[in-house]
């Protein structure tokens, strides 16, 4: 795959860590089959996808109202499933450079999870040791999602985190800090290194977040706009 050509190559680097990129074949055929055509605009893309994201949404709540806890566990499992698929495929190219510390990796790794799988501008931010932020500036989801519709993603990111620290022996936590629905100017990213085992507050809060949705789907009236 040539660069020169427009199409990014097949391993990520950046702050002394390489990445595999995911998706690669499919990629390929998409800008054959599509952004070569004349005419095509890729924000097409961006519309479909979308499309797909308030999808799962819309198909969390339909399975919580109707079925419960139990709809609710299978299908946050399954896109937790789908978080570890594509971490395994991304980090089966996983490297070091040597001098790299375990914290710069942590930080690499998420800024790939951004802007390559959530497609999002960021800047990152290593604060200690042991503590990286990163500031997302945009999101593709921002004009759409109310704000408690950002706890699908968050079985994604569990499942990419059990896959790094599966891969590296890193374990790390994660939370965010504010996010653009409800009006912050960026998403703000918090990821600290923890000992192996530790509770993370990740998916403690995740939990959280199912019980109140589970709650919410027997209200009377529309209350998702707000967290």
């Known amino acids: 795959m040539d660069q020169k050509q427009g199409f990014p190559e097949q391993i ?54 109707r079925f419960g806890a139990e709809a609710q566990q299978v299908l946050c499992q399954a896109l937790v499933e789908l978080g570890r ?17 375990e914290i710069q990796a942590v930080s690499a790794f998420v800024t790939y999870l951004n802007e390559e799988i959530w497609a999002s501008p960021e800047i990152p931010r290593l604060v200690d040791q042991n503590t990286c932020v990163c500031d997302i500036l945009w999101c593709p989801h ?35 800090t504010q996010i653009i629905p409800k009006g912050a100017e960026t998403c703000r990213f918090e990821i600290r290194r923890i000992p192996k085992g530790e509770e993370k507050e990740w998916t403690r809060y995740s939990g959280e977040l199912a019980k109140k949705a589970l709650q919410r789907a027997f209200e009377t009236g529309d209350s998702a706009g707000s967290s």
Do not use: N
């Open 12 to 65: 990520w680097k950046k702050s002394g860590v390489s990445l595999k990129r995911h998706f690669q074949a499919s990629t390929l055929r998409m800008k054959q089959q599509a952004l070569d055509r004349e005419g095509y605009d890729p924000a097409r893309l961006y519309r479909w996808g979308q499309m797909m994201a308030l999808a799962v949404v819309r198909m969390m709540e339909s399975a919580e109202k």
């Open 85 to 101: 698929e594509l971490g395994k495929e991304v980090l089966s190219e996983f490297s070091l450079a040597p001098g790299t510390s």
């Open 142 to 176: 921002q004009d759409h999602y109310r704000p408690f519709d950002c706890r699908v993603q968050r079985y994604l990111v569990q499942g990419l985190l059990e896959a790094f620290e599966e891969k590296t022996g890193i374990a790390v936590d994660a939370r965010f």
